[in-house]
């Protein structure tokens, strides 16, 4: 499983979304995830990856996308 399929079913779980409304353009709004759900899902893929998302990169993703790439290039820089 990629990256992004692993951040799907971690989204999906904790925001109760449906994994098929997400792709790279959508925002966390229109996938009607909350606030909440958001940080919830934050945490759970920097576990998930050992990684760290600092608040400042975290506020910039416009939408899933930009979550997407961020902790793809993250992972990647783990080797």
């Known amino acids: 499983m990629n990256v992004e399929e692993q951040i799907k079913d971690i989204v999906s779980r904790i925001a109760h979304i449906d994994k098929s409304i997400m792709n790279k353009e ?40 930009d979550f997407v790439d961020f902790v793809q290039q993250e992972v990647e820089k783990k080797g």
């Open 26 to 65: 959508s925002t966390f709004k229109e996938m009607k995830a909350d606030s909440l759900d958001v940080v919830q899902a934050l945490v759970a893929v920097e576990e998930t990856f050992d990684i760290e998302i600092p608040d400042e990169e975290a506020q910039k993703f416009r939408n899933f996308g």
